[in-house]
């Protein structure tokens, strides 16, 4: 089991950027698959990012394409989530996910974190 505990969230103005963490506690934070979603108000909890166990392998939804990077530190039990050019429409709870694989934080990680709030002003 896993526990993840996210951070620096806050408000910035539209083109801004925000580097996100997530610490993760226990010594086998290296054998799980992360990922990164999202809850804007009034929507659905959406798929944002995930990263293979070793850091190699990465996956985003479209709409952060080219403007997100997610990366991790097994060293440090941690995984970041840096964000630029952000946009009003990128407001929204983000949460910290892992899982066994990188499908499984794609679609029913069954680890999540609190979450950090994330707004951007126009």
């Known amino acids: 089991q896993v526990q993840l505990v996210e951070s620096g969230g806050g408000l910035v103005q539209a083109g801004g950027s925000l580097r996100l963490s997530c610490a993760a506690s226990?010594?086998?934070?290296?054998?799980?698959?992360m990922g990164w979603f999202r809850q804007a108000p009034g929507k659905e909890r959406e798929f944002v990012a995930a990263?293979?166990?070793?850091?190699?392998?990465?996956n985003y939804a479209d709409s952060v394409k080219d403007r997100f990077i997610i990366s991790r530190d097994n060293a440090k039990n941690t995984v970041y989530l840096q964000m630029h050019g952000l946009e009003p429409e990128d407001t929204a709870v983000y949460y910290c996910a892992a899982g066994s694989s990188r499908a499984s934080v794609r679609t029913t990680p069954p680890y999540w974190g609190q979450g950090t709030q994330v707004t951007v002003s126009s």
């Open positions: 226990g010594r086998t934070f290296s054998s799980y698959a």
């Open positions: 990263i293979s166990t070793s850091g190699i392998s990465t």
